[in-house]
């Protein structure tokens, strides 16, 4: 029966997680192989490194704030997480609606700081990513994802940055940050 519950458990995990990368897929169709690494690094290991400086994260908030272009329609949080944990605010619908950019920068370097993510948990979501290309609900050749994963994992999981057609496209600006550590107020 404990068998039972914990495949219960680990299918519901794997559909959420799976509607997380389909949202992205449907709302980004330009994402590249890079940019759904990224997404997936970010979802299991949230910010790719600590923060020794919350000062030089704010100045680099605020500039990024104050030359914001217009980009897609896109929800102010975004979890990219199956337990919703781990999430996306988008700088763009945040500072629209008022948000606090001293309490964005604080959620993202106590996420920087605090949060651990595992490399099991990369892996286990990028799984979760072949199955939906085997399932042909990607856009990905399935051979094309576990070659970039083997290239990564020999690399020691580094973080990725956008691919140029995304920024292009998109016009990405977020933070990544832990649900518990963000409190949503205006500045």
Do not use: C
């Not at 337990?83 to 106590?110: H, M, T």
């Not at 999981?157 to 496209?169: D, G, L, R």
């Amino acid at each position: 029966m404990a068998s039972r519950n914990s495949d219960t458990l680990f299918n519901k995990k794997e559909d959420t997680y799976r509607q997380i990368l389909a949202v992205h897929v449907k709302r980004y169709p330009r994402l590249e192989i890079h940019d759904l690494y990224k997404l997936v690094y970010q979802g299991a290991m949230a910010s790719e490194h600590a923060v020794s400086d919350p000062t030089q994260t704010r100045s680099r908030l605020d500039r990024e704030v104050e030359n914001l272009i217009e980009g897609p329609v896109e929800p102010m949080i975004d979890p990219i997480s199956e337990d919703g944990q781990i999430l996306r605010v988008n700088l763009r619908p945040y500072v629209i609606n008022g948000g606090s950019l001293s309490s964005l920068n604080e959620a993202f370097v106590r996420t920087a700081n605090e949060h651990k993510g595992t490399v099991d948990e990369l892996e286990r979501y990028w799984t979760f990513a072949i199955s939906m290309a085997q399932d042909s609900e990607l856009g990905f050749q399935v051979k094309v994802l576990l070659d970039f994963f083997k290239e990564m994992r020999a690399q020691g999981f580094p973080a990725a940055h956008h691919s140029e057609a995304y920024k292009k496209a998109y016009k990405p600006a977020y933070r990544v940050v832990a649900h518990e550590f963000l409190v949503i107020g205006r500045s």
